[in-house]
């Protein structure tokens, strides 16, 4: 937390600028900061080249363009998977909850967003502009974008909306434990949680209590 960057000339910021040669983050949360730059600008990562995992922002994100709460950027052999973001997300184009541009191809899975996403072109609830790999269980709230990805609809980006009355009825905590594209829940994954009539989401740590059913 506390992390304040305001750089409008150099591209690739974030808490990581840019991750390269297959790096992993795991585990990692950012709050209470704010991020500006020019182009691929992110919480956790700026452009990233390698694998996001269990990873949320709470932060305020800003730039031009590929702007993401997790990431501005990721390349084709990223690896993206149960993530989310509350923070407020803003740019030109490719602008993302989640991802600003993505060429993962192993695509984007079991993610949400609930923070506010604005821009001028190609934006979107998960993900601004997506040119490989299918969103796999991923929600974003209304409200917070027209689309969950930029440059597709929802029905064809597998992207699904839901309400803050969903969101604090534990619906999508629930839907993103019940994760079931796998024969079981990925051992490395941790488990979502949430205050109880709360939209917002968060993992679980060692007294919480898992949302395995809807309420």
């Known amino acids: 937390s ?14 990581f ?15 209470q ?52 973001n509350s ?21 984007i899975i079991n993610g949400c967003n609930t923070g506010t996403i604005s821009g001028t072109a190609t934006v979107g609830g998960v993900v601004g502009y997506n040119i490989a790999g299918t969103m796999t269980n991923c929600y974003y709230q209304t409200g917070t974008a027209a689309s969950g990805l930029g440059n597709a609809d929802d029905v064809t980006s597998k992207v699904a909306v839901k309400t803050a009355s969903a969101f604090a009825a534990g619906e999508v905590v629930y839907l993103l434990n019940q994760y079931a594209v796998q024969t079981e829940y990925p051992e ?10 709360e939209t917002g989401v968060s993992f679980t740590g060692s007294s919480a209590q898992v949302v395995n059913k809807k309420i």
């Open 188 to 197: 490395d994954w941790r488990y979502w949680t949430q205050k109880p009539g």
């Open 33 to 84: 900061s704010y991020i500006k730059g020019p182009d691929d600008v992110g919480g956790i990562a700026g452009a990233m080249y390698g694998d996001i995992i269990n990873c949320y922002n709470t932060a305020t994100i800003s730039g031009k363009d590929n702007i993401g709460g997790l990431a501005g950027y990721i390349e084709t052999t990223s690896n993206f998977s149960n993530s989310y």
């Open 17 to 31: 600028g840019i991750a390269r040669n297959g790096a992993t983050i795991k585990n990692l949360g950012l709050t």
């Open 2 to 15: 506390g992390l304040y960057i305001n750089n409008t000339k150099i591209n690739g910021q974030g808490l």
């Open 87 to 107: 923070g407020k997300i803003s740019g030109n184009s490719y602008v993302g909850g989640l991802i600003g541009h993505s060429r993962a191809t192993k695509g």
